[in-house]
């Protein structure tokens, strides 16, 4: 993975001229360091598309536009930075991402990238539900079968938007598999903190799915620039506890 000389350090602030030694800091950690001292392969795509999952879930606005431009010129499509955001919808709200759509879409289009993009939706409002069931089965196994109808009284519509909203409004959408959206939602959970019992979840769907422990590790060491070390070692806490109890 080569990142080095593609980002360069936003200088919202002119930190080059206030803080040049922070700048030179950050740069040789998150750009030739963090790189050069991966012990595992992560690939320019995914390594992007992670950067950008990570920095909305932790609010990183500003690096994120710094970032966008660069995922795009590193095998990262415009339809898949929108999937991206619109899944995030599901795990931060609307509160957390409304503030990402403009900034993207003045950068798709200061690139010639025709707006609105072509529609990925894959059902209809009377398929939604069933074809949320059936992402859920493949992705988490046949023990979700039925479950839009479980719980109790009050709370059963939550598993019901669960099932049609969360999976059969965005998961069913084209462009990402249901591994790349595995992999995003481990990182808007692991990112915003205070998320660990869902996050295990998501842990456990992302191994079923083929994203194993050393892919989800390279993530989450490929983006602690960005989000820091304690996040960081929660996730890695959660790695090793559901890989731990599957063995």
């Not at 692991?190 to 390279?218: F, M, V």
Request: contains cysteine.
């Amino acid at each position: 993975m080569d990142i080095d000389n593609k980002v360069s350090f936003p200088d919202l602030l002119g930190l080059s001229e206030t803080d040049p030694e922070f700048v030179a800091l950050f740069k040789q950690f998150a750009f030739q360091e963090v790189p050069k001292d991966l012990p595992f392969s992560l690939d320019e795509r995914r390594y992007y598309l992670a950067t950008l999952a990570v920095l909305v879930g932790s609010q990183g606005l500003e690096a994120y536009k710094e970032i966008l431009p660069v995922a795009l010129d590193n095998g990262v499509k415009a339809v898949e930075v929108k999937e991206l955001l619109y899944q995030a919808i599901a795990y931060l709200g609307l509160s957390r991402v409304y503030a990402f759509f403009a900034p993207t879409n003045t950068i798709f289009t200061n690139q010639g990238i025709s707006l609105p993009l072509a529609s990925q939706r894959n059902t209809k409002n009377q398929t939604r539900l069933e074809a949320g069931e059936e992402a859920q089965i493949a992705i988490f196994g046949e023990q979700m079968k039925g479950f839009a109808t479980k719980g109790e009284s009050d709370v059963r519509h939550i598993n019901k938007w669960l099932v049609d909203n969360c999976f059969g409004d965005y998961y069913t959408r084209s462009s990402l598999d249901y591994a790349e959206r595995e992999l995003l939602t481990f990182c808007y959970l692991y990112s915003q903190g205070g998320c660990e019992p869902q996050l295990k979840g998501h842990i456990a769907a992302n191994l079923r799915l083929g994203n194993d422990k050393t892919l989800l590790i390279a993530v989450i060491s490929a983006c602690i620039p960005y989000i820091g070390y304690p996040r960081t070692l929660n996730a890695l806490s959660c790695i090793n506890e559901v890989v731990n109890a599957q063995q």
